[in-house]
């Protein structure tokens, strides 16, 4: 398959295939180096969420990445933070609003520190949305502070979320959070971002299933999207139990606000 595409490319005189254990071989020379574990394993093929049981491992891979000048890891998107090493940049990308991958940087330009894992490094992370090609740099800014419902509630791009970059976002919008472990923002004030979806916020109400269905009712609403964050309710559950029937359209929001569950009923906001 790799000679096929070199050839493809007109690059067969250039391109060294080898079959071997890549953990034998030898990088230092390389000026640049690509590592893509594979991330999946067992009977099943099932994910394979702890970074040192990927093929080649994480350690491995890192230490590959540090003897070139320049290097890309992929790694799962799950990736926990605290598994990023001082010395790289860590980037998450989705595509449509699905979160795909992420890809830990070496060489020129990224992380913060040096060739180690020195206390107290931190690695700069981003988020990349395609295939509208925006990417948003971590700035280090602490969680916005909690507070009322406003009009309209931004919902952060999985990769922004993954990247731990929603207080970039509540800050661009000027927005808040409506909870403190919520990655909900909201605002007063529809201000424009390509790193989250504005919905506008008709009823902000505790959560109560009857309510719930009296307003679909009510307001003749036959689609209704259901997104959940912080709600242990299933979205086809509730579609089940509110039977909603009519020609309207409706988006709620089972969350929690101040701690408390509810549910924010509105819908895509018009961005100008």
Known sequence: MARANADAFGLDGLIDVQCADVTEADVSGCDAVFVDPARRG??????IFDPEDYSPPLSWAVGAARAAPHAALKVAPGIPHDAVPGDAEAEWISHGGDVKEAVLWFGDGAGDGGPGDRPGDRPRVS????????????TGLPDPE????????????????????VAEVATAVEGRL???????????????????????????????????RALVRERGIGTLTVKKRGSAIEPEELRRKVKPRGREAATVFLTRVAGAPAMLIGHPARQS
């Open 42 to 47: 067992g009977r099943r093929g099932g994910r």
């Open 146 to 165: 909690p507070g009322p419902v406003g009009r309209y509630l931004y919902e952060p791009d999985g990769a922004v979320i993954r990247a731990h970059l």
């Open 127 to 138: 988020a990349t949305l395609l295939p509208q090609c925006e990417t948003l740099h971590g």
């Open 178 to 212: 409506i909870d403190p472990t919520i990655a909900y923002v909201t605002t007063d004030a529809l201000l424009p971002t390509p790193f989250a979806t504005a919905y506008e916020i008709t009823d902000a109400l505790p959560f109560h299933l009857k309510r719930l």
